[in-house]
């Protein structure tokens, strides 16, 4: 009797096992798909439900996926309490888990948090070393990134990953045009292969420094890599071969694309206006909406810099209003100080004014800075000491305000007011920079 009694309970305690790691096995797969979702407050609630419900002891890798939800709703409250049970769990030294914690602290709290987590972390593996390394080049902390990126080197061989995060980081700065090919020179004799995302950062660089021939080799290694179909790329390479005056190689990088998106659009828009190709601008612009494919504020943008180089002032004010209305784009400082420029430069300079009084954004030193230089060109005197007075509030540092604001004064006679600027420049030590200009020359 004693035996055929043990039988059905032991069945019974295995079956609860099974049936609950099935559950979690269940919902783990559910929670990995909110997350990848970008649907982190179900992700959340999902994980609370999982706490909370399941007998069983939670998979280790669970925890990384609650915790990247609450990086991306910054929510660290919420991640301190999963840090706590990653504790009671004994999870907290796992690689993946401290990983996961790293990041929150650093995208939450502080780089400082994040860190010293990341020093007591006992066992770092190539995932850690990453996650505080991304995390300084996110910040635009370089250096601190170079720096660990040095240390590592000694304790854990870095991946792909880890130099996409250093050739990010560089490719934002500066100076760090050069430095960001250099890595990915460095990354080629490790052995190492660059991914979409390494390519999509040199490409920043290679904009940084006017590199063409660069940007054809990444071109010709993405197509022998099959990344080239990859859309985000495609208009990467439009903006690159743009910016360095290839217009023709832009273009053909477009009409290359069986789909194209509103980034890929707008990115040939922004190159041809940048080269004050207004008339090929617009007309893109015109098959954009044929094509049915909705604008953007950035595709705005574009349109009315085209409107501004080529001196379209009726055009420009025409689509800045079809931006709102037909659209539904609301006008950032940018699109106003668009606007103003073209009117400004068209002579309407009291319609300018009259703009930039009824902002309700933030008027900023561009469009002060466009009514102003035009005021010069038209003699305008009142709305130029309207402008020379608010520029010099917004950019007090900035000493070409106060050198065109005196050169008015100058021209119209009115030469103790200039003296007095001069004065003024002198007084705060300022100094007018002599002109530049630059010129890339590829063989």
Same mark, same amino acid.
Do not use: M, N
């Given at each position: 009797m004693y035996t055929q009694n043990r039988a059905p309970k032991n069945y019974k305690t295995m079956g609860s096992f099974s049936s609950n790691f099935l559950r979690l096995l269940s919902q783990t797969k559910l929670l990995t798909s909110h997350v990848n979702k970008g649907q982190h407050k179900q992700a959340l609630s999902l994980f609370h439900q999982i706490h909370s419900t399941l007998s069983l002891s939670l998979d280790p890798f669970v925890f990384p996926l609650a915790l990247k939800s609450c990086a991306a709703l910054n929510s660290p409250q919420l991640g301190a309490t999963i840090h706590a049970y990653t504790y009671k769990a004994a999870f907290a030294s796992n690689p993946f888990v401290a990983c996961a914690l790293v990041d929150m602290? %650093?995208?939450c709290v502080s780089l400082t948090y994040a860190r010293q987590l990341f020093d007591e972390t006992p066992e770092r593996n190539v995932v850690v070393w990453n996650a505080m390394i991304s995390l300084y080049a996110r910040e635009n902390d370089i250096g601190s990134a170079l720096e660990l990126f040095r240390a590592m080197n000694v304790a854990v061989a870095p991946n792909s990953s880890t130099f996409n995060a250093i050739i990010a980081g560089l490719a934002e700065t500066e100076d760090g045009f050069s430095k960001a090919v250099s890595c990915y020179r460095e990354m080629g004799k490790m052995g190492l292969r660059p991914n979409l995302i390494t390519v999509l950062a040199l490409l920043r660089a290679c904009i940084g420094k006017a590199d063409l021939n660069l940007i054809e080799q990444i071109h010709g290694y993405s197509i022998r890599n099959d990344i080239d179909p990859d859309p985000q790329l495609r208009s990467g390479l439009i903006e690159a071969y743009g910016r360095c005056g290839c217009l023709e190689k832009a273009h053909q990088v477009f009409v290359s694309m069986r789909e194209r998106? $509103? $980034? =890929?659009? @707008? @990115? #040939?828009? @922004?190159?041809?206006?940048?080269? %004050?190709?207004? %008339?090929? =601008?617009?007309?893109v612009f015109k098959q954009m909406e044929k094509a049915n494919v909705k604008p953007d504020g950035i595709t705005f943008l574009g349109v009315l810099k085209a409107c501004s180089h080529a001196g379209l002032a009726d055009e420009a004010q025409m689509y800045f209003s079809r931006m709102r209305v037909r659209y539904g $784009?609301? =006008?950032n400082s940018d699109h106003y100080a668009c606007l103003i420029d073209v009117l400004s430069r068209a002579g309407r300079l009291h319609q300018a004014y009259d703009v930039i009084r009824k902002m309700p954004v933030k008027v900023t030193a561009k469009a002060w %800075?466009? #009514?102003?230089? @035009?005021?010069?060109?038209?003699g305008e005197v009142e709305l130029a000491e309207i402008a020379g007075? =608010?520029?010099?509030? $917004?950019e007090p540092e900035n000493a070409a305000n106060f050198v065109i604001l005196a050169r008015i004064y100058a021209s119209n006679g009115r030469f103790e007011e200039a003296e007095r600027l001069r004065r003024e420049m002198i007084k705060r030590g300022m100094k007018s920079a002599p002109g530049s200009s630059w010129v890339v020359h590829q063989d």
């Open positions: 602290y %650093g995208k998106d $509103v $980034v =890929a659009w @707008s @990115s #040939l828009i @922004s190159v041809y206006a940048l080269h %004050g190709q207004a %008339g090929p =601008a617009l007309e $784009v609301e =006008a %800075g466009a #009514l102003l230089a @035009s005021c010069r060109t038209y007075r =608010a520029l010099f509030e $917004v």
